[in-house]
């Protein structure tokens, strides 16, 4: 059978239909417990993929196109017949298996925030199985308000997110912060840094789209006590750019010890030794299962840093 749809995905029709049902972008994020610039991107990437309008868009209110609506009228039954099977297959496995879906980031090391965890973990719940699904950061979010995962691995910064969707949250690796320094910025030759160090340096960012809003939180969180507000001179388009960007603009960006910096000639990696940050688990209360708090107990973790 010919088909002509493969760079659609199921989530994408789902947050379709709800925006469609709900009446618009914010209603349709709060109903699938997602940002309302997640469910924007969802369709953006949807109506690409699709090369069809679906919606008319004013300052006030979004409009089904035509085009719009006749896809939403044969979609939404054969979505909802999807989702009851899915739902009776699952309650069929669970008879006999209980399986753990962890989504985690690709631009940090698994192998040092969950060193030596499935070992352990399967060693004292050998009926339950973890699959872990590396993921883009801004798509881990999408899967968790769409079930396709149980919980997420995020940097900490994302906590503000977390707690503005309704999620909960707890701490699954922790450690000194650390800047991503350019070899000719004359904080380079540094062995370690202050917060105070950096106050009135340029700092880069994450664009908007790519979750943003949450790192510039928590950068303005850290700088409070000392009643500055962060020089934010540069965005980065995702967290690929901050890994492999040559960095000519001569900021600086806040890391934590578990992203995947590539040594390279143009900058160097410096310890924050009055931060700490790190790795957070998000999960949805509402499918708080029992191999789930299980996993979840298996960290205990807390932070030290004055944040």
């Known amino acids: 059978m010919e088909f002509s749809l493969t760079s659609v995905t199921l989530q994408q029709i789902n947050i379709f239909i709800n925006v469609v049902e709900t009446g618009g972008f914010a209603k ?3 109903a699938l417990l997602m940002t309302q610039s997640a469910v924007s991107k969802s369709i953006a990437k949807l109506e690409q993929s699709l090369g ?4 008319h868009r004013s300052t006030r209110e979004v409009n089904l196109t035509e085009a719009g609506t006749l896809l ?3 979609w939404k039954p054969i979505l909802q017949s999807i989702n009851n099977g899915y739902i009776k297959a699952r309650a069929i496995q669970n008879e006999s298996t209980q399986v753990l879906n962890i989504g985690i980031m690709n631009t940090a090391r698994p192998d040092k925030y969950l060193k030596n965890f499935s070992e352990t973990f399967n060693i004292k719940y050998p009926d339950i199985s973890v699959i872990f699904d590396s993921q883009y950061l ?4 999408l899967g968790l308000g769409n079930e396709k ?3 997420i691995m995020l940097p900490d910064f994302e906590r503000f997110s977390v707690d503005d969707i309704g999620f909960k949250w707890k701490w699954v690796a922790c450690s000194t912060a650390y800047v991503i320094v350019p070899k000719d910025h004359h904080l380079s030759s540094k ?3 202050k917060t105070k160090d950096i106050l009135n340096e340029k700092l880069s960012e994450l664009e908007e789209h790519q979750l943003g809003s949450s790192f510039r939180r928590d950068i303005k969180e ?13 965005k ?17 960006s806040i890391v934590d010890k578990f992203f995947d910096y590539p040594e390279n000639d143009h900058s160097v990696l410096i310890p924050l030794t009055d931060q700490t940050n790190g790795i957070i688990c998000a999960w949805n209360p509402k499918r708080e299962t029992l191999p789930l708090k299980k996993f979840l107990s298996s960290f205990n973790v807390s932070p030290t840093s004055n944040k």
Do not use: Q
């Open 191 to 193: 062995k370690a840094l």
């Open 149 to 151: 995962y149980d919980a």
């Open 52 to 55: 069809i309008t679906l919606f």
């Open 222 to 234: 850290r700088f409070k006590p000392y009643g500055v507000t962060p020089n934010f001179a540069y």
């Open 236 to 252: 980065y388009k995702n967290a690929f750019n901050v890994m492999f960007n040559l960095n000519t603009n001569n900021s600086l």
């Open 138 to 141: 801004s798509e881990l979010e």
């Open 72 to 74: 939403y009228n044969e």
């Open 28 to 30: 349709a994020s709060a």
